[in-house]
């Protein structure tokens, strides 16, 4: 089997998580790292056992010809970064936050459709496993026919300390926009997944922190075009009582019109139809590598798709519909007041 060559671009924090998933794929072969670090890119060559690294993004893709380019960089770097892959025709897998404004987001996906090119967001929250085992109940009946609501609470509390975010991702303390961009758009993603196109939205955004730039708490209320409501509650300064905040996120309730669906931070699944005691649901579920192995799942639905030349769930013109969303929420905060007709915008 011929497998299909891979490089990565930056060896920063979260790229382990890629690496170990690219590893466990038979049909990939990474043959390259790239980092203006070169002893973080000599690291995770060594550990993952990954041949060569280069200092220089173009000099990579000249001289590995690859199928594809995983960009695991902050969002400021990925335009040039497309760019690049794009007019060679290489194939791109970026992660979130895509861009650091919906118009240079738009502009990345006009590069690569402009160039015939391949363009995934690396959006791994709706591929943890929890998500999909929802999404499988909603459609096969569990709760009803009817869809009401999808309610989730995040608490991370690793952002009330004054040195918070400096030792895995220092940059977070910088950012103008924080919970919303940077965590809340995981869910917003992961409710259009679960309940379909969301039309309105009606946001609170606040800052604890004071060390910090931009927000830290929000409450976020959702309107779906099918007529359902959502609440997402998201707080990275106050404490969670789970042993492991980072393995859902949280807990989720969803409501539909015949029963109830329960996500537990140890990643439990429950169904409760109505009338009846809450009762498990038995999903597979792994505790490796990040979130539910979420990440190996989003890279096996990248290759996937490549090979068999399938349309992938977090294009590059699908994700656009997400952050259209996310900076209806600021808006929203500003305003205090609703912003509506988003999934007429969004067509």
């Known amino acids: 089997m011929k497998k299909l060559k891979g490089v990565a671009v930056g060896a920063g924090y979260f790229s382990q998580f890629h690496f170990d ?11 390259a790292i790239c980092d203006v670090n070169a002893e973080a890119a000599q690291e995770a060559s060594g550990k993952y056992g990954i041949e060569k690294t280069y200092a220089d993004v173009g000099e990579m893709l000249d001289q590995e010809a690859p199928d594809f380019i995983d960009i ?6 990925h335009l040039a970064l497309v760019s690049e ?10 992660q979130k936050a895509l861009a650091p404004s919906i118009d240079e987001a738009k502009e990345i996906v006009r590069v690569a459709e402009s160039a015939s090119v391949p363009l995934m967001v690396h959006e791994n929250f709706r591929f943890q496993p929890w998500y999909r085992e929802i999404r499988r109940q909603i459609e096969d009946g569990a709760i009803g026919d009817q869809l009401f ?3 989730f609470e995040c608490r991370m509390g690793d952002g009330w300390q004054s040195d918070a975010y400096l030792a895995r991702q220092p940059y977070f303390r910088e950012m103008p926009r924080l919970l919303i961009f940077e965590t809340g758009v995981h869910f917003v993603d992961t409710f259009r997944f679960l309940a379909g196109e969301i039309d309105g939205v009606f946001a609170n955004l606040t800052k604890h922190n004071p060390d910090i730039a931009g927000e830290d708490s929000g409450t ?10 959502g609440i997402w509650q998201g707080n990275r300064y106050n404490e969670p009582t789970s042993a492991d905040a980072r393995f859902t996120f949280g807990e989720a309730v969803v409501d539909g019109s015949g029963g109830t669906l329960r996500l537990y931070g140890n990643g439990q699944l429950t169904v409760q139809p109505l009338g009846q005691p809450e009762r498990d649901i038995e999903y597979a579920c792994h505790r490796r590598g990040f979130a539910g192995d979420c990440v190996f799942a989003t890279q096996r639905h990248f290759v996937d798709s490549l090979l068999a030349g399938t349309a992938m769930e977090t294009s590059g013109r699908e994700y656009l ?3 259209a969303v996310v900076d209806a929420i600021y808006d929203s905060s500003r305003s205090k007041l609703p912003v509506r007709g988003l999934a007429g915008d969004s067509k």
């Open 72 to 77: 695991i960089t902050r969002p400021d770097s």
């Open 321 to 323: 519909k997400s952050l």
């Open 149 to 151: 609501s999808v309610a």
């Open 21 to 31: 998933a690219w590893g466990r794929l038979p049909e990939v072969e990474l043959s």
């Open 220 to 229: 976020v209320l959702f309107e779906f075009a099918s007529g359902a409501n």
């Open 85 to 94: 892959a794009a007019k060679r025709g290489i194939a791109v897998i970026c």
